[in-house]
């Protein structure tokens, strides 16, 4: 047993954890399962940004998904009493069109498995990624980035203005 | 953990033992060592809390188990919460309940991975120090939130929501207050944030300019307001919610709150020490005197025990705010400042 060996077997238990509570959201009846079940599933993905020498996207994934976005869906569905007592269920089945659909986005998702060229980062200390980000992010790719900031101020400007209008 | 590992290699037959063996032993025994750490300084923060509070209300406190001051006051505490009855109310919801102090503690356990307390003495030097500190102590808010809505108990939810609004709401101006720093450094690794200090008292970045001296004040503040200590401690206002999103817990899960609590008012302080106050850096400046006296860990838990005390102290003379000073004060006032903070630390960088 040597590490690389080690490196793989942590990597499937990420692999493992990320997967079985992404199945625990689909799969789950009560919506605060799933949402519970998400933090493990963002914190398994950030585990293998690490693996692949991310470190920066990896924090950066735990920052923005765990402290922002699960956070706010689990303010959502705590608030919402009458949802987490909900017992969900569809009342219209099309077994016929749904196996299609899914049969073909699994052959579309194998066929882009077998093409796509894997890149193994290999167990290493990772680079420092964070200045090389910051200088493309300003340099190369300022307008994309600028446009993405106005767009949020918009949103969050539109957000406030939807709640006052309620208030009145 | 280079230093444990070296220390490893001084112990006879570590390298007659399979590789996976030799490969886990340093983080694991790093990993205990960090543990027994915490512990021991939850323990001493509960003791040294109950004894500032005693005293400035002109009371005794603890003074009787162990002889000395009741030092040994926390230790017996321990043990009786550990051997306590772990009682599940019928109503919660039983594996959310269970998983929630795990949930609350892992994350300060984790985040003392990048304290710097020497130059050689931090278990994992990453590149995104502060960052990776920050993505952390996200995962806390998950876990009082579990806490708080496991319980099955209107208090320990709206304890949990207001903990977590709280929190969420901090974190922006904390972040922001971090920037003035992280601009002048350049880099986000904790040990050379400290390097960029050394050198005595007029390097620290706490006086290095007028930004940054706010930003500490900043950081400090916003800081209580992320471990839940007065003057923001809504979440576990005793005379509204009992005792907020830890109502319904009782014995060892309990004490796992405690800990998380007493060991997240260290952790801030440390990374107060490490941005502004020189982290293991000396205080008397380099030309006085040229080689460090004191030892980096000692000089390191010093300056962060004295945060603690000032911690100690604002939470019996402040009263509490109320949840809509504490927003106004978090978005109104904290956050502007945040921002004029780094516009003028970068203006002063570029400059």
Redesign the interface.
């Known amino acids: ?3 690389s ?2 490196s793989q077997i942590v990597f499937y238990f990420f692999a493992a954890v990320t997967l079985a509570s992404a199945a625990v959201v689909v799969f789950s009846r009560s919506l ?1 399962y799933s949402a ?1 079940g998400l ?1 493990f599933t963002f ?1 398994g993905v ?1 585990a293998l940004y690490v693996f692949l020498g991310a ?2 996207l ?6 923005i998904y ?3 976005i ?2 706010l869906l ?2 959502g569905v ?2 919402t009493h009458k949802l987490y007592d909900l017992n969900l269920k569809t009342e219209t089945f099309q077994v016929a069109p749904s196996v299609l659909l899914m049969l073909a986005v699994f052959g579309v998702l194998v066929l882009a498995m077998m093409q796509t060229a894997w890149y193994n980062a290999g167990p290493r200390q ?6 090389a980000i910051g200088t493309l992010l300003m340099k190369d790719f300022i307008l994309p980035f600028e446009v993405a900031s106005v767009l949020l101020l918009i949103a969050l400007i539109g957000a406030a203005m939807i709640v006052r209008r309620r208030a009145e | 953990m280079e230093s444990i590992r070296d220390l490893l290699e001084l112990i006879p037959y570590t390298t007659a033992l399979p590789v996976w063996v030799q490969a886990i032993l340093p983080p694991a025994v790093s990993a205990v060592i960090l543990f027994l750490f915490v512990a021991v300084l939850a323990m001493f923060a509960i003791w040294l809390e109950r004894k500032v509070a005693a005293h400035m209300q002109d009371r005794l406190g603890p003074m009787y188990v162990g002889g000395w001051h009741g030092w040994a006051q926390s230790i017996a505490d321990t043990i009786k919460l550990l051997l306590k009855e772990d009682i599940v109310p019928a109503a919660a919801d039983k594996a959310l309940f269970k998983a929630a102090p795990a949930i609350v503690f892992i994350p300060s356990f984790a985040a003392f991975v990048v304290l710097p307390f020497g130059i050689s003495s931090i278990v994992a030097d990453l590149n995104i120090g502060v960052l990776y500190l920050f993505a952390v102590a996200s995962l806390t808010v998950v876990g009082i939130l579990m806490a708080g809505w496991a319980s099955n108990n209107k208090y320990s939810l709206f304890g949990g929501m207001r903990s977590a609004a709280q929190i969420v709401s901090y974190e922006i101006p904390a972040a922001l207050s971090v920037m003035p720093v992280i601009i002048i450094v350049g880099s986000l690794s904790m040990q050379q944030i400290v390097r960029a200090q050394t050198g005595g008292i007029q390097n620290w970045f706490v006086f290095r300019n007028p930004f940054t001296f706010l930003a500490f004040f900043l950081y400090f503040i916003c800081s209580l307001a992320e471990v839940n200590r007065t003057p923001f401690d809504i979440p576990e206002a005793e005379s509204e919610l009992v005792a907020g999103y830890h109502t319904e817990y009782s014995g060892m899960r309990f004490a796992f709150f405690f800990l998380a609590e007493y060991s997240n008012m260290f952790l801030v302080a440390g990374i107060a020490t490490t941005l502004f106050l020189g982290g293991w850096s000396q205080v008397l400046p380099a030309q006085w005197v040229p080689k460090q006296l004191i030892p980096g860990p000692i000089l390191f838990f010093l300056k962060a025990l004295s945060l603690v005390f000032v911690q100690i102290w604002l939470r019996w003379t402040l009263p509490r705010l109320r949840v809509d000073q504490l927003m106004y004060l978090c978005w109104k006032v904290m956050l502007p400042l945040a921002l004029v903070l780094v516009l003028g630390a970068g203006l002063l960088a570029v400059w």
Do not use: H, N
């Open positions: 047993m040597d590490t060996l080690l605060i519970f933090l914190f950030a470190d920066f990896a924090a950066t994934q735990l920052v765990v402290g922002g699960l956070i689990l303010f705590m608030l990772p680079e420092p990624t964070t200045a």
